[in-house]
């Protein structure tokens, strides 16, 4: 497979040739790429991100892999990551690198006493997909500690601020503008007990542990929440009143409605105790995952009249992809 020469010269890039994609994402599925490269430094990045944006090559840029799925025929083009990783304090603010794992900024703060991410404590992955993706758990999300993203535009960095990056559930402005890629961020803190901070965080460690272990090959729940107001009617009907949590309908209760539990397809399988919980049994390929998931969306489709909505996002794919940045993204 084919690397370019350009990138060899770039300090702080490490570059990996016919990189197995099922190795880099939390379900453990996905054929090669061309080649996976690690930017360690903002520097880096840009070189990178030019050196690839002025070739032919496709290309594009993830995370961690915590909530990919890929083709199975991998992804005939280069994987970009920032793994950039430092995290520093400033009285109540934090400034992060977009590569530093999600839970190491939320210990840090919960050694700092720095109050309002404790409850997202056991979420996987990597700060910027946290804030590409508006991460959240337990009525917390990162953008309410939001105070500004630095990114890269291919051109420039240039920084928007909490109100610029269009936050709203599950999503940010950089869904829409994948040209956008996330370098640092600005967080604002409230003062906490660094004890009481801590002894919350462990214990949704451990419920999180119990429900997700993190051996399993999964990406945690699949499907997005519902806002409550933002649902037809005749789904809102059909909701007990004691299923809805602050606002919000777990999409497993609808998938549990039409038997989700248990449903399996070839190596990949609904949890028996979770219907929003779909994980690989260790056979499993990326097309038993599509399947199913296809499965579950046309049941719930055809009970409730409502598409429900993945929180994963695809590579390598025709259809469902992570696309270039710079391209439109393709619906999935």
Known sequence: MMTLPQLSEVDGLDVLPKAELRDHTRFRLGGPCWF?????????????????????LRWTSIGAGTNLIVS???????ILRYSAAQITADGDTVTVAAGAELNALIDFANDCGLA??????????????????NAGAYGQS??????????????TVRDWTNEECSFR????????????QILSARLKF??????????????IREARDAKFPPE??????????????????QARAAVPANKVIEGKVPAGWFLEEVGAKGLQFGGVKVADYHANLLYNTGTGTAADLLNLISE????????????????????????????????????S
Request: net charge neutral; hydrophobic share 35%; charged share 25%.
């Open 190 to 203: 409230e003062p906490g007990n660094r004890d009481s901070l801590q002894e919350k965080s462990k214990q």
């Open 36 to 56: 996976l490269a690690d930017a360690s430094t903002p520097q880096a990045f840009k070189e990178a991100y030019k050196v690839l944006a002025a070739s032919n």
């Open 72 to 78: 199975d025929d991998g992804y005939q083009g280069a």
């Open 296 to 331: 579950l969306k046309n049941r719930v489709k055809a009970r409730f009249n409502l598409v429900i909505e993945e929180e994963v996002q695809y590579v390598g794919f025709e259809t469902r992809q992570l696309t270039p940045p710079g391209s439109s993204a393709l619906p």
């Open 142 to 155: 990162i953008s309410q500690r939001v105070a500004s993203v630095q990114f890269f535009d291919g051109e």
């Open 216 to 233: 399993m090959a999964c990406a945690g729940s699949i499907f997005k929440n519902f806002l409550l107001k933002e649902l037809p009617a």
């Open 116 to 133: 309002g991410m404790e409850a997202m404590a056991g979420i996987p992955g990597w700060v910027g997909a946290a804030i590409y993706g």
């Open 169 to 180: 559930y599950r999503h940010s402005r950089f869904k829409d503008q994948k040209d956008c």
